[in-house]
């Protein structure tokens, strides 16, 4: 089974849907191309890329909102925060200071710029 995104207007990925190996594994390899000749046919979109849950294709699963990006063969999520720095190995977006690593649960605070304590309840 193979995940493919529905891409609209600038790549922005509407939908994805799951096709069976039957329509694209051809002598034991998957085939991109057998999974998008299906879905223009049975859907009639003709603007579709393979994606991976595990990230292994286009290095991030895509999901609804999520744009393909041409030039960096990545699905790129929509920026979480106006702050947050798109990483170009990986394509996800991280926070300007990292995340701090004592255990405890923070939430990002645009305001300041920092993460912020989320109190035990």
């Known amino acids: 089974m193979a995940s493919f995104a529905k891409m609209g207007l600038n ?7 799951v096709v ?12 991109e191309q057998n999974g998008i000749n ?8 003709t603007n579709w890329r393979q994606t991976s849950s595990t990230g292994h294709i286009r290095k991030n699963h895509a999901g609804k909102g999520s744009t393909y990006d041409e030039g960096r063969d990545a699905f790129i999520s929509e920026q979480p ?3 947050w720095i798109l990483n170009e190995d ?23 710029t920092s993460w912020k304590e989320i109190p035990a309840s």
């Open 11 to 17: 790549n922005k990925v509407i939908e994805v849907l």
């Open 20 to 31: 069976h190996d039957n329509e694209l594994v051809v002598d034991g390899v998957e085939n």
């Open 38 to 45: 299906f879905l223009r046919k049975l859907i009639g979109w």
């Open 81 to 83: 925060f106006d702050s």
């Open 90 to 112: 990986t394509c996800q977006w991280e926070a300007p200071t990292s995340y701090p690593n004592d255990g405890k649960r923070y939430e990002w605070n645009e305001d300041t």
